[in-house]
Structure formats: C-alpha cells, structure tokens
C-alpha cells in the first residue's frame, strides 16, 4: 500500500488531471470535429484517473499502447513483464532442417496458460493440415482445456510415461531457444506496431523470419556442396576442355575448395542421396578424388602460361 507521502502526491496529481479533463471538454464542447478527435484520448484519461492500485480486471499501464497487460512470471530477476503473451508451437523430434516454427499467435487479454490450449491446437491442426499425436508443455498448462487429455504431458510428469515420452519429454527444452531466437534476432522483444493488430503481426513476422534464416542456412549448405562438385568436375575434365582464355576459378580458389573439402564431404553425399541426383563419382572419398589431380592440375597451368609466352 502507498505511504501517506504518496497518496498525498497521487491525490494531487489525480486532482490536476481532472482540471485539465475538464478544461479540454469546456474548449471543445460544441466542435464536432474536435470532440471526435480528443474523445478517445479523454476516455483513457477518465480510465487512468479513476483507477486504483488493486483493482481486479484490465488497467492501462502505458498510454501510448494501452492494450499493454501485466503479466506475472514468477521469476526472482524480473517477477512482472508489460506486454501480451504469445504461443509458440515447434515439433517435438529433431529435424534435420532445425526447428521450425509451426504456430505463433499473439493472445491478449493475459489468458491462463491451460485455457489457450485447445484453440491453439486447432488453428495448427487446421494450419498444417497434420493431427497432432502428443503434445509436451510445462508446468503452466496444468488444467488446460484440451478436449483428450490423455494426448498431453507436463513436464514433471510420472503416471503412463514410457521411455519414448520420456525422451519426448526432454526434447521439450528444445523450445527454449527458439523463443530466445525470436526475442534477440527477430524482433519479438520490442514490438513497433499500434495496437493489438499489430501485436498478432509481429508474432507472424517473427516466427515467419526465424523459418526462412533456417531455409537460408540450409540454401547456403546446399551452395557449398554444389560448388564444390562444380570444381571437382573442372578438375577431372581434361586438357582440351580446360584451355580458354578466362580463368573462372583462380589457384587459391582451388587450394581453398581443396582445404574444405572433408567439411562438405558428408554434406553432398547427404544432401544428393536424398535428391536421386548423386554424381557418379560422388561415392567415392571426395578428398581423395581431389587430391589426386591437383599436381597434374599445377602442370597443366604452368604449361598454359609458357604456350601463351610463346606465342607472344
């Protein structure tokens, strides 16, 4: 509760708001114009000054963005946070692409955790098109709302867990830093969109562009490979098909290629088995298919440079 000293100070600062609520309805009574203009800003000064400190329901903590809640997180460090909750839903296995993003849905109204699960799971199911087999949440969604509860696991749990669920059970965390991702690298923190629609569009744009950096990632795995099965064609062509007057790739480009060739060794057979295309010299050690030209290469340069000498 506030000291005497504050409530004397939240008494006089009460009182000036009033004279100044009422100054402005005075200056603007008649105007159209005006009155439809500074009608929304007076309801929130209305709603400010009458508010108390423990007051159940909504208050207004920001008046540039009053649809800002209070949320309890029950943390030592930082036990309160302004803002509004979002649910984000990830696969429980390990893909090999990284874990994506399924759902994200920004929910106002500060809900309890166990009440939003049940619309969450339909808008996935109806966004992916796939039914979810289990689902894995925290110690938040005690007495949630899903209609088949026996689908749901909270962590801590002991009854009907077996080994695989337990193994799921700890993949949980996985989530974790995904969320971490989302509120450093992509905006989720600090939101700069007005209201509420703009609350529900940065939660989509965050899981949105936290999906397409693991798709660069993968795009630029797949370059290298390609890349270093374009230089391994170059080397194994022969004389004739080598001589022209441009150089694509230059001696340190063919060193560098030669160097991180074990790196993508695994990658190219993984990535071109999966593809059906896999070069017909790809089963082969990658490193050794690279070594073994390379002199012969350095040859075949230096007597390019003495022709071209020559013929000058």
């Not at 008046?63 to 309160?80: D, M, S, T």
């Not at 569009?201 to 798709?215: D, E, K, R, W």
């Not at 991180?260 to 295309?277: D, I, L, M």
């Amino acid at each position: 509760m506030p000291t005497s000293s504050n409530a004397r100070e939240l008494k006089f600062l009460r009182t000036r708001l009033g004279r100044i609520i009422r100054d402005i309805r005075r200056k603007i009574e008649g105007n159209t114009a005006l009155e439809d203009r500074f009608g929304p800003l007076l309801d929130l000064a209305l709603r400010v000054r009458h508010q108390e400190q423990r007051q159940r329901g909504p208050k207004v903590y920001s008046l540039h963005a009053p649809e800002v809640e209070c949320i309890g997180r029950g943390k030592a460090r930082a036990p309160y946070e302004f803002g509004c909750k979002v649910s984000i839903a990830t696969p429980i296995t390990a893909p090999k692409g990284g874990q994506f993003v399924l759902h994200a849905k920004a929910l106002h109204g500060n809900p309890y955790d166990g009440h939003t699960l049940g619309p969450v799971i339909a808008d996935l199911e109806k966004l992916t098109g796939v039914t979810v087999r289990r689902i894995h949440g925290d110690k938040g969604y005690r007495g949630h709302n899903y209609p088949n509860r026996f689908k749901v696991w909270i962590s801590g749990q002991v009854r009907r867990v077996t080994k695989a669920i337990r193994r799921e059970m700890r993949r949980r965390a996985a989530i974790e830093p995904v969320i971490g991702h989302l509120k450093e690298d992509h905006r989720m923190r600090r939101n700069y969109l007005t209201g509420r629609h703009g609350d529900r569009i940065n939660a989509v744009l965050a899981a949105a562009g936290y999906n397409f950096s693991l798709l660069l990632r993968w795009f630029e795995e797949l370059l290298r490979v390609l890349s270093l099965i374009l230089c391994h064609a170059l080397l194994a062509a022969p004389l004739h098909l080598t001589r022209c007057r441009k150089t694509f790739f230059t001696a340190d480009d063919l060193d560098l290629a030669l160097d991180r060739a074990p790196e993508w060794h695994a990658t190219a057979k993984a990535y071109f088995a999966q593809a059906g295309v896999l070069h017909q010299h790809t089963d082969l050690g990658l490193r050794h298919a690279m070594l073994e030209p390379r002199a012969e290469t350095v040859e075949r340069v230096g007597a390019h440079r003495s022709c071209a000498r020559d013929r000058r």
